[in-house]
């Protein structure tokens, strides 16, 4: 019946009776469902294509008419898809599109700008349904939520000579354009009922990354006044010279050497295909990535310089982890270790430690080196016995506590400047949208809560989330819905009012100064634990003194 003409006719009928809004740039049809209306597909930049690409984002050519706003966009060329996270992938680079989910303009609203994750080389914003936070739950914000697009991996990152020489700003495309949504949304928000004195910009993982990135840069001062991060608070951002080294052998591997007009039109003449090919693969990246950089424009400084010194956009600051962040990276390496799927073994767990901390520890795989001796360090503090003689256990603790740390170590270092929430994500058995996998239990995996804030999150084209023990397709149960409930609670409050309560200091208390600092346990129920404790689980004495916090 879904191809039958009267069908066919209502949802045209659907499509020319959606609500409009008028923009600076012209007029958007969307759609409307749940009492939230939708604007998908809105571009906020020109395409990036041709002499655009590796350019700052350019204004977009207003439109005459009305904009068909209900269905989303291209999404930007990828092809390492992280497994069942994201995808399909993508080569076409006119890209530069966002959606816009609200509940009318009726009032002022507080607004969410949401950054996807994925490593800054996959994902795309469709994979994201807001209409729950745009509601607010049943006890939180009415809000405005924007999801958006961005160039990522070897079109988003890239410093290269001939590129850089230009006179335009360079290097950090994809955070570029992220501000040119910020400038967007100061512009038209107000038309779908938000207000631009009250926008939180987050996001998870990458998308966590690039919001540290924007509280780092001179250029999005005003433009937002809160920053959530979900997986997690930015510690460290690879160095100019890593990025330039990278682009350098980038373009020599494409054909591409030199460093005038020559280089410069040759790299943008290269087909998006070919530029993927050299960017990755689908199970892993290529050796050219970098990803967001301390370029000296746009990110000034080092996180840690930045953290230390009080120089960045000050604003209130929510953020933490997941109990198995390194879960995510394990589900991941069996997906792709052929049929059958091949759990990690004991000698694959020693090689791996002894690779990670056998090498550089600066970021981005930069000097210096770990010292001698640091992997055995690392066996030791958690050894095979320790873990039931599983290796994947005791390597998502490695792989986790280690970001655990990093993000306490960032918040330790916020506390004094500015009003920041932490948190703790330890609920183990809500549904993962990888298949089931021997001896792989996800727990609390990175991105397994993004489906508590994004109606029936799941990954990309190929995920379908499951019951952890059954392997059987299942939506959050009541339980878990509940804690849905808490958390778009906590970020809607927190975008009208840069306090996830709303108001007061519960059930989310401000992190604090000193060990007696706070966490919110999102669990069923909530609670609360202490930084002492926090540090003890996650072994952060130890990580204190294998960590690089460099502030250059």
């Not at 060329?77 to 992280?82: A, I």
């Not at 590129?163 to 967007?184: A, F, K, P, S, T």
């Not at 050219?288 to 120089?311: C, L, M, N, R």
Request: include cysteine; hydrophobic fraction near 35%.
């Amino acid at each position: 019946m879904s191809g039958s003409p009267a069908l066919a006719a209502q949802d045209n009928a659907n499509k020319n009776n959606g609500p409009t809004v008028t923009l600076t740039d012209g007029q958007v049809r969307g759609t409307s469902s749940n009492g939230v209306n939708k604007f998908l597909g809105i571009p906020y930049a020109a395409p990036p294509v041709g002499k655009l690409r590796w350019q700052p984002p350019q204004a977009v050519k207003k439109w005459k008419g009305v904009l068909d706003g209900t269905k989303f966009a291209n999404t930007c060329p990828q092809v390492t898809e992280l497994g069942a996270f994201a995808g399909p992938t993508s080569t076409n680079e006119d890209c530069l599109y966002l959606n816009v989910f609200t509940t009318g303009s009726a009032k002022k609203k507080g607004v969410i700008v949401w950054i996807h994750g994925g490593g800054n080389v996959d994902g795309e914003s469709n994979d994201y349904d807001a209409t729950k936070l745009a509601q607010g739950g049943p006890d939180g914000h009415e809000t405005v939520v924007v999801t958006l697009n961005y160039r990522m991996g070897l079109f988003g990152y890239l410093s290269h000579p001939a590129l850089n020489g230009e006179g335009h700003l360079w290097g950090n495309y994809g955070i570029m354009d992220i501000q040119q949504v910020l400038r967007w949304v100061q512009r038209n928000i107000a038309a779908f009922g938000g207000d631009p004195n009250r926008v939180a910009v987050g996001g998870q993982s990458a998308g966590a990354t690039d919001t540290g990135a924007n509280v780092l840069s001179p250029m999005s001062a005003g433009l937002f006044s809160r920053a959530i991060y979900e997986s997690g608070p930015l510690p460290t951002l690879p160095s100019a010279a890593t990025a330039l080294t990278n682009g350098q052998n980038f373009a020599t591997a494409a054909g591409c050497s030199g460093s005038g007009k020559q280089a410069s039109t040759c790299l943008r003449n290269l087909t998006p295909e070919r530029i993927l090919q050299l960017q990755g693969t689908p199970n892993a990246n290529g050796p050219y990535i970098t990803g967001p950089f301390v370029d000296g424009s746009v990110i000034p400084i080092t996180p840690e310089k930045a953290w230390t010194t009080g120089q960045f956009n000050k604003m209130p600051a929510m953020g933490g982890r997941v109990h198995d962040e390194g879960n995510f990276n394990i589900g991941i390496t069996e997906y792709f270790s052929g049929q059958p799927f091949q759990p990690m073994t004991a000698d694959q767990y020693t090689a791996a430690i002894q690779k990670m901390y056998g090498g550089n520890a600066g970021p981005g795989g930069a000097p210096p080196a770990y010292p001698s001796g640091t992997a055995d360090r690392v066996l030791a503090q958690y050894p095979l016995s320790a873990y039931g003689n599983d290796p994947m256990k005791a390597y998502d603790r490695v792989t986790t506590d280690t970001q655990k740390c990093q993000a306490d170590h960032v918040l330790h270092l916020w506390a004094p400047q500015i009003a920041s929430y932490a948190y703790d994500f330890t609920y183990l058995d809500a549904p993962y949208y990888f298949p089931k996998m021997p001896n792989f239990k996800p727990a609390a995996a990175h991105t397994i809560d993004i489906q508590f804030l994004f109606n029936n999150w799941h990954g990309g084209q190929l995920g379908v989330n499951l019951d952890q023990t059954t392997g059987q397709p299942r939506d959050l149960n009541n339980q878990e819905t509940g804690l849905s409930d808490q958390l778009v609670a906590a970020w809607t409050n927190f975008a009208w009012s840069g306090n996830p309560n709303g108001n007061g200091n519960s059930p989310w208390p401000k992190y604090g100064a000193g060990n007696n600092a706070k966490y919110l346990v999102e669990d069923i129920p909530l609670s609360t634990s202490n930084r002492s404790d926090y540090r003890t689980t996650y072994k952060c004495d130890f990580w204190d003194t294998v960590l690089l916090y460099p502030l250059q």
